[in-house]
């Protein structure tokens, strides 16, 4: 028998709780293994979950359990810095295995729970901590373990697609849903973590380092949210067949690595383009492999203890294996995995959607290409509609591929030019997906 | 090092032999493990497969190396039961383990190699066999294991699904699209397997022994092919707001399990309905996970190369640590698993799709709506177009949900009235999935 403390029993733990006591007799008929969840820690004992357990299994003292030589393993879902990591490590001390579905941790701290990890020969899985229920994570370390990646996408944060999502069907401006969305619970009271790109940033920054074997310095990470989406772009972005979504890209191209957030157009024809609502989806592409999508629910209580318990069963076949350490933490051994700098944003190459804001008379256009001509620049499509506004138009166009760079040099130039009444939008395109 | 034979070296083969030349790198950072291929055996091994081999690998006489004792895993791409069962199973009982791509061999004859393997404490793994690189039989052994399944539903045939898919964009028939696609590689000179679904019931009997835990005796799959889908059909489901796919179904509820493969309507906003071409994918429903959906190639050279060395890596991770027999090879513990018949066809309950070819007059849907209303079936909804025959017209209904026996007994009353022309063409209609 293997027994196994919960830290947290919030939302998730819940679900964790609940798949103890309702699937008992599938988890042993499918591993034969008898698992027992014998400690549940939280600050909060009192409010009631709707499961109940055994006496003696809720506690306060979440510390002092940590060093129980009974528990096997320890489940992380407190979420956040402190005091996560300090109970993890102390755990790990201890001789106990890690599940955790801490994607902040993991993409901040996580080098420092590896290390102490291989130094006390335990396990640490954080299937949980990207896609909810989707098994990606394991994917990438084990079955697609043969292959080369050149790419990994994801839609990783149900609260900014289900608020796309719904500013696309009901061609609404960003605030309103937003409102909703937190009226709905799909969205946080604060949601800056989420509606800023945060969270999805936490989760590409683990994809790829498991899909490239190389430490990823998450404040490298290129981070844009979704709060400057407006209506407005959403409809020409449909208009010239393609949707607006906060993509998390990760590549290897070229002898370097990109690892960047931002909202993105994506041709409507891709299967990512149909991941609404608050599912998730990963876009994998290997060199053998091809193209391969993982989709399901990205979060909620009962997908994501779906995939903790995953992890918590696979520790515990390798316990009574005899094979913990079977598979590296990161998917790669650890003396192989290197440093490499990400790619600069000012390197990386895209089409792009620039949106400008003019005024209506003759000859803006020519001013416009002229100045994205002298910087490398050529457009693929434009569009003129009429304006709605008194004394401004909007033009918008699609380029060619052009690097960053100079599209931002382009841009300064252009907004600087009397013609020029708002900021120019910019959203990168995404449609070379190999 | 472990070392590994091959059996078969064809079109998988040559990609198996190409993964470990080219990624042998990054499959020793991943796994630590080196890996080497040191036997590959075919009748033919004069062909050029534009691949090179050193000296002594190649060899006609497979049977011969299945009893060397330095080779540890062995990979069979034969294909089709003979000799590929008695290769495997002389294999085993010289105590290599097995990695398969083989899904006929394992629908039918997967009892006695499983018994084989259990006896000799060898792995026995066949990821390749459904989904080509989509990891799907992994995902549902390992990381959604603590789930209950109520359903698995793939489109898991390339060559139907790249003819439906041509028929449907091009409102072609059956016929000419085939020849297309002999033209195109993607059926085979006999096509006879794919297109009659037997090739997607032996994945579908695999997938649900998996999810349910239960021997799925394979002469119960109710299969039905596509080679009667016509271009009418397709177009009358387009207006309807459906697709047609040839779905492999397996279902657990009020206790009884359904596998079955046939042709199915799904409403086009429905992910699967999006998996076109040669694509294959896996929708799963767990109590936990909820819907989750694996997407990817589903057949050719690499990617099954990509399945099959994942097998070959897991188990060269299973020998390393000393877990050979980690995870049961059905998914559940060999005493554990059940034999349950499989709920009779005409017991399942769905929507209908319905074409009745009549006569061009009155009273016409009066009488078959009265026949169908005798046998319990409710119309949902109903198109007559104009007809373009000169003595008949087409009308199409859609029924609410029925029992397949009431359907087939109104069917036979309606086609002897002798106001239909044809025989009624019925197909099975998918919109609850959970």
């Known amino acids: ?18 798949v103890f006591q309702k699937n008992a007799e599938v988890i042993h008929q499918r591993t034969g293994i008898e698992m027992r969840l014998t400690r549940v820690a939280d600050l909060d004992i009192t409010t009631d979950r709707g499961v109940s357990l055994p006496e003696g299994v809720l506690t306060t003292d979440a510390d002092a359990v940590l060093t129980d030589p009974n528990i096997d393993i320890v489940i992380e879902l407190i979420g956040g810095y402190k005091p996560a990591l300090q109970f993890i490590l102390k755990a790990i001390a201890n001789g106990k295995h ?22 006390a020969k335990v396990d640490v899985m954080f299937e949980a901590a990207v896609g909810g229920g989707i098994p990606v994570i394991s994917a990438i370390k084990e079955n697609l373990c043969v292959n080369r990646f050149s790419t990994v996408i994801g839609i990783l944060n149900g609260t900014c697609n289900f608020i796309l999502t719904k500013m696309t069907n009901q ?20 949601p800056t973590f989420d509606i800023a790109g945060v969270d999805t940033a936490h989760k590409i920054a683990l994809l790829s380092a498991l899909c490239f074997g190389t430490r990823i310095d998450f404040n490298q990470v290129y981070t ?52 609404d609502g608050v599912f998730n989806a990963v876009r994998l592409s290997g060199d053998f ?63 792009y959607y620039l949106r400008f804001t003019a005024v209506d008379c003759t000859g803006v256009l020519a001013k416009i290409s002229t100045i994205l001509g002298q910087h490398d620049i050529s457009i693929q499509s434009m569009i003129q509609p009429e304006s ?46 190999d």
Chains 1, 2 share one sequence.
Do not use: W
Not at 5 to 17: K, M, N, Y
Not at 171 to 190: H, K, M
Not at 248 to 275: F, N, W
């Open 388 to 433: 709605h506004a008194p004394d401004s138009v909007p033009i918008v166009l699609m380029t060619h591929e052009a690097q960053e760079a100079n599209i931002v040099n382009a841009l300064k130039e252009i907004d600087l030019l009397d013609i020029i009444r708002q900021p120019t939008r910019l959203i990168r395109v995404e449609h070379d997906l």
């Open 224 to 275: 844009e949210g979704i709060t400057q989406i407006s209506a407005v772009d959403i409809d020409f972005a449909n208009q010239m067949g393609y949707k607006i979504k906060l993509l998390a890209i990760g590549k290897q191209c070229d002898g370097a690595i990109e690892v960047r957030v931002h909202p993105t157009m994506i041709p409507k024809s891709y299967q990512l383009a149909e991941v």
């Open 171 to 190: 061609g609404s401006d960003f605030a309103p849903v937003l409102a909703e969305a937190q009226q709905l619970g799909y969205a946080e009271a604060d």
């Open 98 to 119: 890690i599940v955790t579905a801490n994607k902040a941790l993991m993409a901040v701290h996580g080098q420092e729970i590896i290390e102490a990890a291989s130094r």
């Open 289 to 351: 492999l091809g193209p391969a999508m993982l989709y399901g629910s990205g979060a909620g209580m009962a997908a994501t203890a779906s995939a903790v318990m995953g992890d918590v069963m696979a520790i515990g076949r390798s316990i009574c294996s005899g094979a913990v350490g079977r598979t590296p933490i990161m998917g790669y051994c650890q003396d192989q995995i290197v440093d490499q700098p990400l790619r600069p944003m000012s390197e990386i190459t895209s089409h």
């Open 1 to 18: 028998m293997q027994k196994t403390q919960l830290l947290g029993f919030g939302t998730i733990g819940t679900g964790v709780v609940q």
